[in-house]
């Protein structure tokens, strides 16, 4: 196993470029394959030097693993590809499908939350790690509607679990979003997870939307308070590894830099109390 421990962040192209000349360092990067596989050859090496100095993990967007169409078996194989040639084992992706009739919407969409969808998963769970010759880990997302479903969400994710053998990647902002949309107590859900299948976790911002009267998931805010709180929470509960996403409204990476040192602390305090 790679040695992901600690604090880590989203390398993005905005920054990328500055890291070098940067003295922040954080300890794992976390990269988007989507977002690298076909890079501009202007990024290279300043790529390959981030990943290369520090453990990496990589966490993608279009897998789908909730479709109902066949496994994009081409695109596994790009993903493992990219794995390999960068030595990351990590892989994970998020517990809901972006493509019908084999067109890609590049949205993250719910699943029904059934036994049926269970099997579904677990079967195209298996099918992702024998390409990869990796454990996949799911990360569980956000959703604005609720398809049909017959359990709760926290049942849905820990079956899935436990029937594919998968890992999972906890996102935190997204049990907070999600319990305010769907009025649910967050610390009940982490209470209820299975943490002894958590990878590590991610941290997030998210906005209010007056018009649809939600929190929308848009990791183009500063983490709120709330979400903080319930980091701290679930980090009584459970020592796994954490990173910060931002892809919306990427600040200079001092900025970034100075929520990583937030957050930093806030597991150092955890850790020592």
């Given at each position: ?17 500055d ?11 976390e ?10 050859k ?10 290369f ?45 972006s493509?019908l009739d ?5 949205e993250l ?10 099997n ?9 790690e024998?390409?990869?010759q ?39 902002n ?8 769907h ?13 002894s ?6 941290m997030?911002?998210?906005y ?11 990791h183009?805010?500063p983490?709120?308070?709330?979400v ?20 919306n409204?990427?600040?200079p ?5 100075a929520e ?13 109390a």
């Open positions: 196993m790679i040695n992901v421990k600690g604090c880590g962040l989203g390398l993005r192209s905005d920054f990328l470029l890291v070098k000349e940067s003295n922040f360092q954080p300890d794992w990067w990269v988007t394959p989507e977002n690298w596989m076909f890079m501009p202007i990024y290279e090496k300043a790529f390959e030097e981030a990943v100095s520090k453990p990496t993990v990589a966490h993608g967007l279009s897998l789908s693993i909730g479709s109902a169409d066949k496994l994009n078996r081409k695109f596994v194989k790009q993903i493992k590809t990219f794995l390999d040639r960068y030595n990351i084992e990590y892989y994970s992706e998020h517990l809901s499908f493509s084999n067109k890609q919407s590049y969409l719910p699943v029904p939350m059934t036994k049926k969808m269970v579904i998963i677990s079967d195209r769970v298996k099918e992702v024998d390409i990869i990796r454990n996949l880990i799911l990360e569980n997302a956000t959703y604005y509607y609720v398809p049909y479903s017959e359990m709760a969400e926290v049942d849905f994710i820990n079956e899935v679990l436990e029937k594919s053998g998968a890992k999972m990647l906890l996102d935190v997204n049990v907070f979003v999600n319990s305010v949309n009025s649910f107590k967050a610390r009940k859900f982490i209470d209820e997870i299975d943490k299948k958590v990878a590590y976790m991610h997030a911002g998210h209010f939307d007056e018009e649809a009267k939600m929190k929308i998931d848009s183009g805010m983490i709120c308070s709330g903080w709180k319930l980091l701290e929470y679930t980090l009584k509960q459970l020592n796994a590894p954490v990173m910060i996403e931002r892809d409204n990427i600040p990476l001092d900025v970034l830099a990583y040192k937030q957050m930093k602390k806030i597991v150092k305090r955890v850790q020592n």
